[in-house]
């Protein structure tokens, strides 16, 4: 079985700064899949970023980052020039390579964007 | 295009009773996954429905059972209710299922035990 661990269960940053979510997991499995799902007030989740377990590289959107450690079992967000829209509960989630839509999900991290 | 869509939004219902929830995917998605979200216990996978069959089940009882239509749409059924079993339900929909389809979650039910 997996397991995704969020350490801190809330953040703050001020408007424009860049601020880091920390997630790491347990797994067996070589192959897999992680993303970052963002959760605002209004409660509809939406995919951040994703990546493939087996690309090096690190995933981009926009904004957002990944500093995937594969060895190190890590998988923290970056957020750069943070916005009041970003205010959310972020999660972070493993999926088997080849299970379906079956995630696991971390405890998630509440994020508050100051302005 | 229209969303997934989930129904009802909210509900009370008394210890013993059994509930119906309703989630329609998005139009052309053939994969339906349903989550609970508890403060106490996060967001955990319940099932995924895939063209009619159910292809994962994640570590709930049996009183916890859902079905897919044809046309694609999911019901979760749960019966003999708890008091523990008051969450807010997220049904989630893709195309095919796997990574590189993007899951589009609902608003979610939010469903109190009394």
């Known amino acids: 079985a997996q397991t995704v661990t969020q350490s801190q269960p809330e953040m703050s940053v001020q408007e424009a700064e860049t601020v880091t979510l920390s997630c790491t997991y347990d797994?067996?499995?070589?192959?897999?899949?992680l993303f970052w799902y963002k959760q605002p007030p209004s409660r509809q989740m939406i995919l951040v970023i994703r990546q493939e377990a087996y690309k090096q590289q690190n995933a981009t959107e926009n904004r957002f980052s990944v500093n995937f450690q594969k060895a190190a079992k890590s998988f923290s967000l970056k957020i750069s020039d943070s916005q009041l829209g970003d205010t959310a509960m972020y999660f972070c989630?493993?999926?088997?390579?080849?299970?379906?839509?079956?995630?696991?999900f971390g405890g998630g991290t509440r994020l508050m964007v100051k302005p | 295009k229209a969303g997934v869509t989930q129904t009802p939004r909210y509900l009370i219902k008394t210890r013993g009773q059994q509930v119906t929830l309703s989630c329609s995917p998005i139009?052309?998605?053939?994969?339906v996954s349903w989550y609970q979200q508890t403060p106490g216990q996060g967001l955990q996978f319940l099932f995924e429905?895939?063209?009619?069959?159910?292809?994962n089940k994640g570590n709930f009882p049996g009183r916890f059972s859902g079905r897919q239509f044809s046309n694609s749409r999911s019901e979760m059924n749960v019966s003999t209710l708890e008091l523990g079993d008051s969450a807010l339900y997220l049904c989630?929909?893709?195309?095919?299922?796997?990574?590189?389809?993007?899951?589009?979650f609902g608003p979610g039910t939010r469903l109190t035990v009394l």
């Open positions: 797994t067996s499995e070589n192959n897999y899949y």
């Open positions: 429905y895939f063209s009619e069959t159910q292809r």
């Open positions: 989630a493993f999926m088997k390579y080849y299970a379906g839509n079956m995630l696991t």
């Open positions: 989630a929909s893709s195309l095919e299922g796997g990574f590189t389809d993007t899951q589009y």
């Open positions: 139009s052309g998605h053939r994969s």
